[in-house]
């Protein structure tokens, strides 16, 4: 049985990794960590998910549960993550990382906690899209590059990032693909921009509702139109890979991994 610790327990995704670990077995967690102002402080996780209780406290402090956890698992805010790296790394507990709209700081944190342990940051754990991933690659590779590149994403109202981390990992799965540069070619935003350029990996973003998440890459030329996407219809599906991932995971040497290595186990 792997024992994890949960990062953002009293959230969305917190609540849905919650669900979904009783359903599957084979993990169950040992602590659970959200905000200190958070008003979850004090609930059992397991009460606080919407399910029998578990005996696990929701607190404030991670470094307490460290020596008794075989993974993290990080589902917050991005000014949250490097904290837990460096936790993490001291600890020498391997880390998933969900929270997404990671910045320059957080991810040269990550680069430095993968010497000492293992670190997966995934800003979608689903197969489905971790599949995505890999098929924009190849139509960027295969495709000519007058065919043009747009991504499409949208989310809840409550999302706090955008464009989402997995549109700019499709862009730079493209980018990547067609041997550039991604920082080079990426336009987060149209507002005011002016007639598209060639080699543009241009983002478009919608917020609105209770949308799970739907994410669409786009390859259009003259005449024609190639659309590869994915739908989310239930957060259970990034719990599900969530869970395997952290997994997978636990006793992994140190080192940078992704899902796709994941997937390819
Ligand atoms: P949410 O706002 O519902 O939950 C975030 C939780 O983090 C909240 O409970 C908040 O109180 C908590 N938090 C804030 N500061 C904290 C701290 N210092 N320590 C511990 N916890 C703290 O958001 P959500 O929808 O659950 O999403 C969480 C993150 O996961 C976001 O970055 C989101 O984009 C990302 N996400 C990733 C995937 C994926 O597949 N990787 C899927 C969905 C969402």
Redesign the pocket.
Known sequence: MIRAVL??????????ITVAAQSEGGLRFTGA??????A?LGTDLGVHAGLAPLGVSIG?E?APLLSCADVVM???????VG??LGRCAAARVPLLV????LGTEQLLAAEQAARSIAVLI?????LG?TLLLELVRRAAAALPTDYDIEIFEA??R????AP???ALALGRAAAQGRGRDFDDVAVRSRSGSGPRQPGEIGFAVQRAGDI??EHSVTFAAAGERLVLGHV?TD?AV?AR??LAAARWLAGRHAGRYTMADVLSS
Not at 7 to 16: F, I, L, S, T
Not at 122 to 126: C, G, L, V
Not at 158 to 161: A, G, I, L, R, V
């Open positions: 990062v953002g327990a009293a959230g969305r995704m917190g609540r849905a960590v959200d905000a200190a102002r958070s979850a404030s991670l990080d589902f917050s805010q991005p000014a949250v904290e837990t969900g929270t997404t709209g995934a800003p979608n754990t689903s899209v989310h809840h409550e999302k706090k990032d989402s981390g997995t799970v998440g989310a957060r990034f890979g969530a």
